[in-house]
């Protein structure tokens, strides 16, 4: 890390302090027109400091399209047109731009809001770069600062003002085993609206409770804030909504605290006490140092900026780990709401109540009261342990990338491996190249790359498998063949060249290889810990956040919108992809093994004859012929597995990803069924389950079919529970914006027809209907689960129990009337 000179405040030696702590955000403050950068640090003597840097300052990269004297960017009148007085500084540097040396002009302003103004205007005697890159981010990113680790930190103290000397990082801390336990001060907070239309109106439903839940300094304490005084040892009573959020925010200066929570808090909770409190007139501003609550775009998503604090949405946070498929028990959840989650990851459940009934619940006796308020506190008792468990994963993204926290929890993964790749372009004394325009970007998405090589299956039953496959193959690819923008090359005389003809460069290492080598060989070493420590959370947190990061960087070279895209990197990547996919299998098969099938980066080996010692040599002879960063590795061996295939009988190849396997250990492999999928209803992925369960474990037709029966006669003789026919599906729009109707759309109709819900609560969200005995058609008997109050079992039968089995029990030559029928099974051919 960059040492930061001394400082230019007057005083002596005696005013020179130290702290060992932790920066969890920065920004920045003008004061006396000049530009200080602010950090926020938690130290380990559990104090807050705000420390100033007075030495850094912004600037921006200028490359003139023509002859352009230095002597205009120093000329006033030039500079006025730009909209500002003067320039700081001015420097003539030589960067590398894509792999070629480019001139440029670094300018050196006195404050971050005069970048924009004169790049814009130079822009047109030229092309700047590095305009766009927040002040903060900046800083971060130049000085290096560590994120979430303990750093040493130096700094004047004069008239309570602190001014950073030095910032040291502590030895060892670097290391990728290394994982310090860091305690921020955190609260957790969820709010109830009176509600008496359905969706609360912030111009005239007030908020009737806070609850909060705190750990702070070591300290843990929960309670409800509410205008009511309702009998439970938890609630605080405030004579109105005022002082309700006054309290709130009093909460947040007296515990200290660093990280604020919510679930759907941006969207909702922050900007609804916001709103209150603007017709409240009131200031509502929940920033450490009273410079107000902001709601800022990020991306395609909003993020609460409250200085020097940070605020995170814990919905964005399971959204984000739910996409990155880096918790499985919530990838089968029909939606993301907090009783979900939290009931997924705790095997409890959730207190709840109806969201309609909120307002009958406050109006109601002492009773219902009492009611409303365990329901408020569970909802911050339970998003804590959601918190708990995914907070982990971010805060170890956040160390990795050296991001800001506030940054990350709001991040896609191709957003933060551009400030990975923004970091080492600075490092390496390379421009950072643009954000592409929406021609550019339109003319990319016209020109998409040709995908992964699939060899489908012949569908049915197997037995005696093993399954390869190629260890981080894309990021392997990568690395082993240096693909960067920056080292694509015509006239280079040692490169390597992919199977479409593009070559990279050998002689100097590329960017994005350099950063995956390091993110994989971390992952190496962290996996070995875990190995010896599984219950390590820091550890399995960090090794899943090195895998999300090393395996994006091909998603965003191929993404139309990044800095670092390009088409000739994403399409080599593939290429090689399939290169050595369809090498493997056909070595295989010179070896005399039966390749069942191949995707992308794994293959399916019918073993017969062979034993596992031969299994293993021919992957010991892939891997001899291998570049050094790629590596065939054995999943395991397998009893007998299940390939199913197509939906239509013209087309007899297995379906992409669609099978199921048994392990020696008895484990069960599943991929691409419908279990996950919210569209079926429990009965049907629970019975396909089974199905699978029984056909693997068993290797018995016989009990498969019995088990499906068994489950007909329950469906024909109404045993089967309402909640497991719930079908759920999202509702894209309004319920007046379709043409066609739907069985989702008519339940919708149907329960704001009833007075059972509002178009509010049901336009847009994620609906869950029961098809039952009443209407002609099967939309006209769709009902919202919660109004249905019977089933049609043939719906059931037919639409969904037979088609989700019959993808398997095909492969065994059984026909659907067999099921419903006590006809005669056909033999497997």
Known sequence: MQSIEDSKIEGNVENTKEIVGVIFDIDYIIKDSKTFIRLAVRGNNGKFYDILDDTFLPYFYFAPDHEFAKENLNNPDFIKRGGIDKINEVKEETKLLFGKNIKVYKIVLDMPMQVPKLSAFLSSYGTCYEYDIPFAKRYAIDREIPQFYPVKIIYNENNDEKLLKEIKTIENSGDSKNIPKIDLNTLCFDIEVYNPVGIPRADKDPIIMISYLYVSNGKKGSGVITTKKINKPFVEYVNDEKEMLKRFISLLNDLDIDIITGYNSTNFDIRYMTERAGYLKIDFDI??????????????????????????????????????????????????????????????????????????????????????????????????????????????????????????????????????????????????????????????????????????????????????????????????????????CTDCKEYYESPIKVRFRKDRKGIVPTILEILINQRAEVKKAYKKDPTNIALGSRSQALKILA???????????????????????????????????????????????????????????????????????????????????????????????????????????????????NRIKIRGFELVRRDWSKIARETQQKVLESILKE?????????????????????????????????????????????????????????????????????????????????????????????????????????????????????????INSGKQKKLG
């Open 287 to 488: 920033s450490r140092f009273g410079t107000g609550t902001k709601l800022e775009r990020h991306g395609l998503v909003e993020r609460v900026k409250a200085a020097g604090r940070v605020h995170i949405d814990a919905y964005l946070v399971v959204k984000f780990i739910a996409n990155v498929g880096a918790a499985e028990y919530i990838l089968k959840l029909n939606s993301y709401t907090l009783k979900n989650v939290y009931e997924a990851i705790s095997k409890n459940k959730k207190v709840t109540v109806e969201k309609k009934d909120i307002y009958k619940l406050w109006e109601g006796s002492s009773e219902e009261l009492e009611e409303l308020a365990e329901y408020n506190m569970n909802d911050s008792e339970a998003l804590y342990e959601v918190y708990s468990t995914f907070m982990p994963i971010m805060i170890e993204l956040t160390r990795i990338s050296n991001d800001l926290i506030s940054d990350v929890a709001v991040s896609t993964t191709g957003q933060l491996v551009e400030f990975l790749l923004m970091r080492y372009a600075h490092k390496f004394n390379e421009l950072i190249p643009n954000k592409p325009e929406e021609r550019e970007i339109e003319m990319r998405m016209r020109a998409p790359i040709e995908g992964a090589y699939v060899k489908t299956p012949d569908p049915g039953i197997y037995n005696k498998l093993v399954l390869f496959d190629f260890r981080g193959l894309y990021p392997s690819i990568i690395i082993s063949h240096n693909i960067d923008p920056s080292t694509i």
């Open 551 to 665: 395996n994006s960087f091909f998603g965003y070279m191929g993404y139309a919108r990044s800095r670092w895209y390009s088409r000739e990197c994403a399409a080599s990547i593939t290429a090689y992809g399939r290169y050595y996919i369809q090498k493997t299998i056909s070595e295989a098969e010179k070896q005399g093994f039966k390749v069942l099938y191949g995707d992308t980066d794994s293959v399916v080996l019918i073993m017969e004859n062979k034993t596992k010692e031969d299994a293993l040599n021919f992957m010991k002879s892939i891997n001899d012929e291998l570049p050094e960063a790629m590596n065939l590795e054995l999943e395991d061996f397998y009893v007998r597995g299940v390939f199913v295939g197509k939906k239509t009988s013209k087309d007899l190849r297995g379906a992409k990803k669609k099978y199921a396997l048994l392990s020696e250990s």
């Open 699 to 819: 290797g018995s037709k016989e009990s498969a079919i019995e088990i499906v029966r068994n489950i007909i006669n329950k469906l024909r003789e109404n045993k089967v529970p309402l909640s497991e026919l719930v079908i759920n599906t999202q509702l894209r729009k309004g319920i007046d914006s379709y043409d066609a109707k739907s069985p989702e759309l008519s339940a919708a109709r149907k329960a704001v027809e009833a007075g059972f819900k509002t178009r509010e609560e049901v336009e847009h969200a994620v609906i869950g209907y029961i098809i039952t005995k009443h209407g002609n058609s099967v939309s006209d008997k769709a009902e919202l689960e919660g109004m249905a109050k019977d089933y049609d079992p043939e719906y059931y039968i037919n639409n969904q129990v037979i088609p989700a089995t019959m993808r398997i029990l095909k492969e065994l030559g059984i026909e659907e009337s067999e099921l």
